[in-house]
């Protein structure tokens, strides 16, 4: 093989297997800073010897290999931790190649890498960002470019991070039925987080980042693999595929926002559909949790082959029980949106002025697009083309505040 198409081969591998080899070396030196490392070496080192001797049969095993080796040679160089090299030598001295066909282990390990990656000593951003890293492959620079941030703000966040967990001696390790469920949570989060800022950039010229959506739905599905128990992980998973399954449509011919409403539904891929409806199934309990319920919501719009087809009476219903879960604001505007659609728009309109003096939605653009759309709908034209105009003013989007202002122009052109 040409040393380009290795390169291809050893780039296709690291993001395949990232998550499982740093894994499986984090689970020996029990310091997820230092795996890394000793997996990049790794990395190195077929770069090196893979254009000579060929790709080997398993890739991902031979990483963990010398990896492993390497951690070996690390530990022999520390005399303050002989008494783990004796102890570690007899193992992993004679290891070969099969360390990814341990199968349970590797996923025990690999389980121990989410939870300590998605510790709540982390703030959500670095929690994200240090997923990414470990379990995607990503490279800083491609964080960066997901996060529209520079690539040194994100190597400091990872860097600071994983100083955070040694300083805070966050063990290698799946937490004990205590703190799983706190835990969890935090898992849940930042793959929810990661999607999220996929699905609706925050800032930047693109109104999605498709990359951010796929890492975020090959999380949940290995969260699902390792954690089949666990409903909110079904829950969170079958969210994600059936929102990931409207893409296609959400963006016309030159990159603006297509609005639900307004999206060709032919377009929404049927099989993420499928792979959703069959996770929600997965999910439901006799008290859903947050996720399976916003899947529910979701499975709503994907059933309905047209808009007018929507059950938006349950979707109001399970947004007031999601409200009284986890109340939030936020909650209570898409509250405010399925009521206006089943009940009305004046009835929606009451719900969302209700929320005008809440300090969370201060600058939050969508409370001023929800109102606009609602007085607009109300014949109220001058009051919504000033709530479009201020949505536009709030929002980081390039791509949403064009479409908030063509709406905000849109108002008066129906007085003419």
Known sequence: MSDPDVRRSVDTVWRM??????????????????????????????????????VPANPGAWLVTVGKRRAVDALRREQTRRRTLAELGRD???????????GERIEDDLLRLIFVACHPVLSPIARAALTLRLLGGLSTGEIARAFLTTEPTVGQRITRAKQTLATAKVPFEVPGPAERADRLDSVLEVV???????????????????T????????????????????????????????????????????????????????WDRILIGRGLAALDRARTADPGPYALQAEIAACHARARTPAETDWARIADRYAELARLV??????????????QAHGPAAGLALARALADEPALAGYHLLPSVLGDLLFKLGRHDEARAEFARAAALTGNAR??????????????EKL
């Not at 929810?192 to 498709?210: H, S, V």
């Open 17 to 54: 297997e990232a998550g499982r080899v740093i894994a499986a070396i984090a689970a020996v030196v029990r310091d997820v800073g230092l795996a890394e490392e000793l997996a990049q070496d790794a990395l190195v080192a077929a770069l090196q010897r893979w254009p000579h001797d060929g």
């Open 92 to 102: 992993l001295d004679d290891q070969v190649t099969d360390d990814l066909d341990a």
């Open 192 to 210: 929810y987080l990661i999607f999220n800022e996929g699905y609706a950039a925050t800032a930047g010229d693109d109104w999605m980042r498709p």
């Open 212 to 267: 951010l959506c796929q890492e975020a739905l090959r999380l949940a599905r290995l969260l699902q693999g390792l954690m089949p128990d666990e409903p909110e992980v079904h829950g969170l998973a079958a969210l994600l595929e059936i929102q990931a399954s409207r893409t296609r449509a959400r963006t016309g011919p030159d990159g603006e926002p297509v609005l639900l409403n307004d999206q060709d539904r032919s377009r």
């Open 327 to 340: 109340p939030s604001p936020v909650i209570e505007l898409n509250r405010a949106v399925a009521v206006a």
């Open 400 to 413: 949403e505040r064009a479409l908030l202002l063509e709406r905000a122009a849109a108002c008066g052109a």
